[in-house]
T-cell receptor, first 116, second 115 residues
């Protein structure tokens, strides 16, 4: 399977604990995105990498959130001191823009986080 | 503020008929639009896209129409099949295709295809 993969698929944690999610993009894709989706909403942009550089962060990404893409391949998203409001589906997407106007992002299956 | 709006939370269509899903946007900076399909417990799957220089794009049973003056786009599925039952998200991107801000999504429309 050459699509975007995410691990773990599900995570249950207690409030105050730290969690880390991993995303492996499609191999030749140089852009990688993280989104969060809550019930009844569409995905919301969190942050974006071009190769290993983190170029943009949403205001949704509080100080407790940190993302890395150390070698420009896989990425990790860490949430420190989790809160119940962090419960959501965390989605990763990757892309390889072919033109300056058109870019299609391909999504992974997501990691569903439940904070008790 | 919701910059991408899908005003129909759900839509029921008979198998074989046309499904029309609508999307409105408010930000005139959006210039690339995508439709994604999502099954429960899975990530969104890309369906079809359109750039603002076009008003129609077709791919098999799926056609997307863009009306820039009305800031409106629609996805047509003909003929509708049972496997099309899913949540459909409209998404929009600015400038170089979302590199700066990511995609902006609507809340989705749950399409139900009835046999």
């Amino acid at each position: 399977d050459t699509g975007v993969s995410q691990n773990p698929r599900h995570k249950i944690t207690k409030r105050g604990q730290n969690v880390t999610f991993r995303c492996d993009p499609i191999s030749e894709h140089n852009r990688l995105y993280w989104y969060r989706q809550t019930l009844g909403q569409g995905p919301e942009f969190l942050t974006y990498f071009q190769n290993e550089a983190q170029l943009e962060k949403s205001r949704l990404l509080s100080d407790r959130f940190s993302a890395e893409r150390p070698k420009g391949s896989f990425s990790t998203l860490e949430i420190q001191r989790t809160e119940q409001g962090d419960s959501a589906m965390y989605l990763c997407a990757s892309s390889l823009p072919s033109t300056w106007r058109e870019e299609t992002q391909y999504f992974g299956p997501g990691t569903r986080l439940l904070v008790l | 503020d919701q910059q991408v709006k899908q005003n129909s939370p759900s839509l029921s269509v008979q198998e074989g008929r046309i499904s029309i899903l609508n999307c409105d946007y408010t930000n005139s900076m959006f210039d690339y639009f995508l439709w994604y399909k999502k099954y429960p417990a899975e990530g969104p799957t890309f369906l079809i896209s359109i750039s603002s220089i076009k008003d129609k794009n077709e791919d098999g049973r799926f056609t997307v129409f863009l009306n820039k003056s009305a800031k409106h786009l629609s996805l047509h599925i003909v003929p509708s099949q049972p496997g099309d039952s899913a949540v459909y998200f409209c998404a929009a991107a600015k400038d170089s295709g979302g590199g700066a801000d990511g995609l902006t999504f609507g809340k989705g429309t749950h399409l139900i295809i009835q046999p």
